[in-house]
């Protein structure tokens, strides 16, 4: 089965070892899904993120981490029966891996990781991927106490296998942007890159998920007389891009980008971004 990888990676076209690993990478992701899709595992989580962009809606950045939610609230989530599946999977594409539980399992976001040295040494790399004794990791988060109103969606996949995943809406996993760019704690400049993508597809986030995650976690959570409309959402906005380094902005999300996208971000600024959102207050139901 590692002949379907083979060929997978020759798609990519790498051309550095930074694409070559990002490439390796994404198919490991993809074949975790599929993984995880055999478990039952979207019965009762639906995918989201960065890499649910990238993969579902052809995103054109790499993301690193396979982000998911429950459906349903479950404080007892464990993710050792889905491992257990996913580690049979791997192996039968003749990936021999290390999948455990990672951290303490008490937290809201459960977290696994998959670290795999097999895969490079198994390809045929044409840019050799530097030291092959080195691991590369995937993480798995999961929010067992997801926000209120997420709307989901099904999909079909074709690669390793076909397969189903069941992920966040657009205008879902919008909303969770948004609030990763008012509550995080740190600035990532991938998350206003996937704003301005969002932006540029005309999709408006849904605010009643929005305002239910805003509660629950960041500067606002256990505030119930919080109120999210567009007026609001403009306000707390435009307050965030007056505050942000946009030079340490774009050192974050170059290395995830193609050269072809490069020059665009010489244009990230206050101004840049707050261009954007007259474009999202402009595409508020409201106004339409």
Known sequence: ?????????????????????????EIMQEVALYGLWRSKFFEIAAFQGGTNLRILHKLP?????????????DVNFNWSPYLSSLQTTFEEFGLYSEIYPRGKMDKRI???????????????????????????????????EPPKYSVYQYSFLDFPLDYEVCHQDLPSNFALKIHAILCRGFLKGRDWYDF?????????????????????????????????????????L?????????????EDVQRFLPPVELESLTLWSARFFSSKIATLVHNSPINL
């Open 110 to 144: 459960r977290q696994a990781v998959i670290k795999d040295n097999s895969i490079a040494n198994q390809l045929d790399l044409s840019m050799g991927l530097g030291d092959r004794r080195r691991k590369l990791k995937i993480k798995l988060k999961i929010d067992v």
């Open 61 to 73: 950045r790499f993301s690193e981490d396979l982000d998911f939610m429950l459906k349903e609230t």
């Open 238 to 250: 435009l307050e965030k891009v007056s505050q942000i380094n946009w030079d340490d902005a774009k």
């Open 196 to 236: 301005n993508w969002y932006i540029k597809q005309n999709i408006f986030p849904n605010l009643e998920h929005l305002e239910s995650a805003l509660k629950q976690f960041g500067p606002w959570s256990g505030n119930d007389q919080l109120s999210v409309d567009i007026g609001w959402l403009e306000t707390v």
């Open 1 to 25: 089965m590692i002949s379907i990888i083979q060929e997978r990676l020759k798609r990519y076209n790498a051309r550095n070892t930074i694409e070559e690993e990002q490439a390796i990478k």
